[in-house]
DNA sequence: GCGTTTCCTTGACAACCGTCAAGACTTTTC
DNA sequence: GAAAAGTCTTGACGGTTGTCAAGGAAACGC
């Protein structure tokens, strides 16, 4: 046992086990939402029994928004690659297209969870700090995008990134949206929208 | 009894008290949202007992979708006179912008019910052919505002529709959020945002 | 290898939910 | 004014929920 992994052992683990818990709760609440998701429900489908909850997390609220915050820690570095990669305007704006097009075929159940519980903020005042952590950092995220975007165009963004993310997560949330409603072409036309959108977040 | 009150005897009545019915249920659908609103609790806030519901509606459901669709129903004229009264393309935006911010103020409770249910027909989907049919309402609502800006100012609009829904939807969302958690100047960013936004939604 | 701590399961609890049947009250009809 | 139809209340049902205490199982320290 090197010192590494024995430097794993006192709240290490806890650690560890509350990110394998969270995990698995994601498959479920991704599923059924916040709202109709038991904690009975979520342990069934992880390799947990449903009394575990209570001593990894205070309550249910909690353990969601946990995993909520543990699923967009990684969300919000999506684009990383994008930006890092981008080597001319049009081309960043087309490789932004298609990873957003990308994560809403391959993390539907995700982005849908993460709408339901800003909706639910707006009701319960509990949710509401971490949902606005969370909705900067997606925000920061945007930003990086668009400012890049700019920098390669060599014009100035010409609205906030606050703006910037407003718009972009109105046009997201609507494809989604159509997307689980199974209605046809609505990923083609997300990709179209962004590119018609992109330019005119720039100064003339 | 003249002839034109003996006429709302048969059916009419019914539909009557299902609005009322209605009317109350807002109320706290409004306060709690989709999930944590129990029929008991509507009752409670209304003149009638938990049990008429099933009286007058076959379950929760189809309460809750009357509901929102009645909301909705005069919720989609909220502009028209904007629209009517409008002389000139900055005098309409100038107006459709106040109007704006009017609603998030008065109307945040039912606003929030009406994304809250959107949320929730992500992962129900007896719920997605009543949240379909209310979105194109309020797309069209848009459109008619967005349209008539062309006109006014003499230039074509530069995207579709449903493009113009999301982009002003995703600004307007952010700002009910933002009212809602109390964060100041919320109403003049939406306001100023509104003011930015318009003219790029027409070609140059 | 034993005692202690940590981890997890099980079962029970009180509360709440949607639904519905039984019946009382009201209104209409003849 | 009695009968019928419509309206609404009450109370109960089966089921589910979050929570937590009791205790078994496993890991750990010495």
């Known amino acids: 046992m090197t010192t590494a992994t024995a430097r794993r052992t006192p709240a290490d683990k806890h650690d560890e086990r509350r990110r394998a818990l969270a995990?698995?709760?994601?498959?479920?609440?991704?599923?059924?939402?916040?709202?109709?998701?038991?904690?009975?429900?979520?342990?069934?489908?992880?390799?947990?029994?449903?009394?575990?909850?209570?001593y990894y997390f205070q309550d249910k609220l909690e353990l969601i928004v946990y995993c909520v915050r543990q699923y967009k820690a990684t969300c919000v570095h999506r684009y990383d690659g994008v930006v890092a990669d981008a080597t001319t305007a049009d081309g960043l704006v087309a490789a932004f297209a298609d990873k957003?097009?990308?994560?809403?075929?391959?993390?539907?159940?995700?982005?849908?969870?993460?709408?339901?519980?800003?909706?639910?903020?707006?009701?319960?005042?509990?949710?509401?700090?971490?949902?606005?952590?969370?909705?900067?950092?997606?925000?920061?995220?945007?930003?990086?995008?668009?400012?890049?975007?700019?920098?390669?165009?060599?014009?100035?963004?010409?609205?906030?990134?606050?703006?910037?993310?407003g718009l972009l997560d109105g046009l997201f949330q609507q494809a989604l949206l159509g997307h689980l409603c199974g209605r046809e072409g609505v990923l083609d036309e997300l990709r179209a929208e962004v590119h018609d959108l992109m330019p005119v977040l720039l100064v003339p």
């Open 23 to 54: 995990d698995s709760a994601l498959l479920t609440l991704g599923e059924l939402g916040y709202a109709r998701s038991s904690l009975r429900e979520i342990a069934n489908n992880s390799e947990f029994s449903h009394g575990v909850v209570h």
């Open 100 to 165: 957003l097009v990308e994560t809403v075929v391959d993390e539907a159940p995700m982005h849908r969870l993460w709408y339901d519980l800003r909706s639910q903020s707006m009701f319960e005042d509990s949710l509401r700090d971490a949902v606005l952590q969370i909705d900067q950092t997606l925000e920061d995220m945007i930003w990086r995008v668009v400012s890049t975007y700019a920098d390669l165009a060599g014009r100035p963004a010409a609205l906030t990134s606050r703006v910037a993310y």
